[in-house]
């Protein structure tokens, strides 16, 4: 039986189907992403996601499999964030086509994002539209049989390196009913711009100005745009919380074997109580943040009534726990604990947006507090 860990133990049981692509998903770590981990490069970005496709780990991202999604997410983040971030965004942005797509829009592109070979990206967020998405302004008017598109994103993961962008843009009217969601290829972008952001996410801004594209590139109904969104972002709120799980493991691993190894006053650093019970406190809230993804990926998967409220509370508990145990672990590692190149250091680094994309945590409290309201 493989060896694990003492936080990896800190687990659920999976069915023998998550098992087995549990194994394979380390495999095409250990073989292809553990050895770039601290590559940041598009190249990097690239190669990853073209592996994991070949090993046939991205199905699970274009079939919306919530569990599997989850299995993948916490094994490939514990390795690296821009892995992680690749592996998402497959689902992420073929989500709205899985959920809402014509046939044509499928076959175009559905082989292509499973095999790693086409980048996927999905375009929601607008310098004044954030959490509230219903005030998004970008337009997209019909002209003959074309779609024509004015507006600019923010915060686009893959910008500049994705095939096609799933757009949210307003077709008409106020509010979310008048958003509707249509694909753009790569070609119909007008410009890209890329962030520096804290961790290596290939995030940044892309600008439509007269960006024209088939009219049959709308995904579902005209004025289901919001709703598209806000049932692709559902398939993947459990799954931000099983990549923080990940990197929440990563970082509790690090740290027991810091304070082991490390001697200060002549003894190993985890024999002083307030070092120790970090690594106590750490342990229960990584199992707690397990428990509750699988949880919700599980609801998710039974159509459970309650699958949206625990999703929500698994992405902001599981989200703001990781960060706590990552800062845990830095504390533990002393000075080594900030110098560049120690996985701590970088894990400090990449657990810092999960807080916020896919719905902040106060936002998550927002949904939730009316779920148990309403
Ligand atoms: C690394 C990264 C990758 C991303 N990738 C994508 C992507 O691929 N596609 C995409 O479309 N978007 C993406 N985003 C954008 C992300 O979804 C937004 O950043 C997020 O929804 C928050 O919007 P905002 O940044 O405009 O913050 P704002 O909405 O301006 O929020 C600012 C603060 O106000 C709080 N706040 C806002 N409304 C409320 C409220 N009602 N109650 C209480 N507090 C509130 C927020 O919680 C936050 O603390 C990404 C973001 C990051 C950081």
Request: one cysteine or more; glycine letters at 8%.
């Amino acid at each position: 039986m493989e060896k694990r860990s003492i936080a990896e133990s800190a687990r659920v049981e999976l069915d023998a189907r998550l098992v087995e692509l549990e194994a394979r998903a380390r495999k095409v770590v250990d073989a292809s992403i553990r050895p770039r981990e601290e590559d940041e490069s598009d190249d990097a970005a690239f190669a990853m996601t073209r592996a994991l496709g070949a090993a046939g780990l991205l199905s699970s991202c274009v079939d919306l499999d919530v569990p599997a999604i989850c299995v993948l997410r916490e094994v490939v983040a514990s390795s690296s964030g821009l892995a992680d971030s690749m592996l998402a965004l497959q689902g992420l942005g073929y989500g709205p086509l899985a959920l809402a797509g014509s046939d044509a829009l499928k076959s175009a592109w559905r082989a292509k994002v499973e095999a790693g070979e086409a980048i996927a990206a999905i375009g929601i967020t607008e310098p004044e539209a954030g959490s509230d998405v219903a005030a998004i302004a970008t337009t997209a008017h019909r002209d003959g049989n074309e779609w024509v598109l004015n507006g600019k994103k923010c915060f686009i993961t893959n910008a500049g390196i994705a095939d096609f962008y799933s757009v949210v843009a307003r077709t008409g009217g106020e509010g979310a009913k008048g958003l509707s969601m249509i694909l753009v290829p790569k070609e119909a972008v007008t410009s890209t711009l890329r962030y520096d952001l804290v961790a290596p996410h290939p995030c940044g801004e892309v600008v439509f100005e007269d960006s024209r594209v088939p009219l049959d590139h709308l995904i579902g109904d005209e004025g289901q745009g919001f709703k598209t969104a806000m049932r692709t972002l559902d398939h993947f709120r459990t799954t931000v919380g099983a990549a923080a799980v990940g990197m929440a493991t990563r970082a509790l691993d690090d740290a027991i074997e810091r304070s082991k190894t490390r001697q200060q006053f002549g003894k190993p650093i985890n024999r002083f109580q307030q070092i120790a019970a970090m690594l106590a406190d750490s342990f229960v809230e990584l199992h707690a943040s397990r428990l509750m993804v699988y949880r919700a990926a599980t609801a998710h998967a039974q159509g459970d009534a309650l699958a949206g409220a625990y999703s929500s509370a698994a992405k902001m508990y599981a989200t703001e726990a990781a960060q706590r145990i990552i800062d845990r672990s830095v504390q533990i590692h002393g000075g080594q604990g900030v110098r560049k190149g120690t996985a701590v250091e970088r894990l400090y680094r990449d657990i810092r947006a999960l807080r916020i994309y896919e719905g902040t945590t106060e936002i998550q409290r927002v949904v939730l507090s009316r779920a148990l309201t309403t």
